[in-house]
């Protein structure tokens, strides 16, 4: 049977070069792989004192549900100030709590990290790394994927429209397959 990938975007801008390359995901993902996005725009700001009272927002506890059941997780992101995007670090602090329930724990993960510039969102791509060893997240080591220049990876109905990106595309998902497989 398939396994269940969760894709967690990075980024709510309409014309997100992220989002694209989620959706590009999904459409060459192998059979193996059942990927879907789960949105993450709608999560109030973690306070704890929330949970302390007993009274997570619903939206909180709706996440938590929903993620849980994955066998994977994918993180398709931006970097923002050469860091993680705040939109998707509190997708990954709601889900992490309370402590000792955290959504994340033991599930694959792997990242992409796609910029207009050419450094391909190193520094967001390895910040989200590091939240993965406390978060005990298996995460996938190659192949990486820092993607540059993103403004020019999309044709006008949104599809890869670069030959040897579509062909890193399927090694990466291979990869990931392969990755999710071996830890499941
Ligand atoms: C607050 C902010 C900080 C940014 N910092 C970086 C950065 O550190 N490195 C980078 O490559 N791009 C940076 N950018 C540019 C983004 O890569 C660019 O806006 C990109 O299109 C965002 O991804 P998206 O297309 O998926 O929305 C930044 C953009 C914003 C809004």
Same mark, same amino acid.
């Given at each position: 049977?398939? #396994?269940?990938?969760?894709?967690?975007?990075?980024?709510?801008?309409?014309?997100?070069?992220?989002?694209?390359?989620?959706?590009?995901?999904?459409?060459?993902?192998?059979?193996?792989?059942?990927?879907?996005?789960?949105?993450?725009?709608?999560?109030?700001?973690?306070?704890?004192?929330?949970?302390?009272?007993? #009274?997570?927002?619903?939206?909180?506890?709706?996440?938590?549900?929903?993620?849980?059941?994955?066998?994977?997780?994918?993180?398709?992101?931006?970097?923002?100030?050469?860091?993680?995007?705040?939109?998707?670090?509190?997708?990954?602090?709601?889900?992490?709590?309370?402590?000792?329930?955290?959504?994340?724990?033991?599930?694959?993960?792997?990242?992409?990290?796609?910029?207009?510039? /050419?450094?391909?969102?190193?520094?967001?791509?390895?910040?989200?790394?590091?939240?993965?060893?406390?978060?005990?997240?298996?995460?996938?080591?190659?192949?990486?994927?820092?993607?540059?220049?993103?403004?020019?990876?999309?044709? /006008?109905?949104?599809?890869?429209?670069?030959?040897?990106?579509?062909?890193?595309?399927?090694?990466?998902?291979? /990869?990931?397959?392969?990755?999710?497989?071996?830890?499941?």
């Amino acid at each position: 049977m398939a #396994k269940r990938i969760a894709v967690l975007v990075g980024s709510l801008r309409k014309e997100s070069y992220n989002r694209k390359m989620a959706h590009a995901l999904i459409a060459a993902a192998p059979e193996s792989l059942k990927l879907e996005i789960v949105e993450i725009g709608n999560l109030p700001i973690y306070n704890q004192d929330f949970e302390d009272e007993g #009274k997570p927002p619903v939206e909180w506890t709706a996440f938590r549900q929903r993620v849980r059941p994955f066998d994977g997780v994918l993180f398709v992101t931006p970097e923002y100030n050469r860091s993680i995007p705040g939109l998707l670090k509190n997708a990954i602090d709601v889900g992490s709590r309370p402590y000792g329930q955290s959504v994340w724990d033991g599930k694959p993960a792997a990242v992409m990290t796609v910029s207009p510039g /050419a450094i391909g969102g190193f520094g967001a791509n390895h910040h989200l790394r590091q939240t993965f060893v406390f978060l005990n997240m298996p995460v996938m080591q190659q192949p990486e994927a820092y993607v540059g220049n993103g403004s020019q990876l999309f044709d /006008a109905k949104g599809s890869i429209a670069v030959e040897s990106t579509r062909q890193f595309l399927a090694r990466f998902l291979n /990869a990931f397959a392969a990755w999710v497989d071996k830890l499941g």
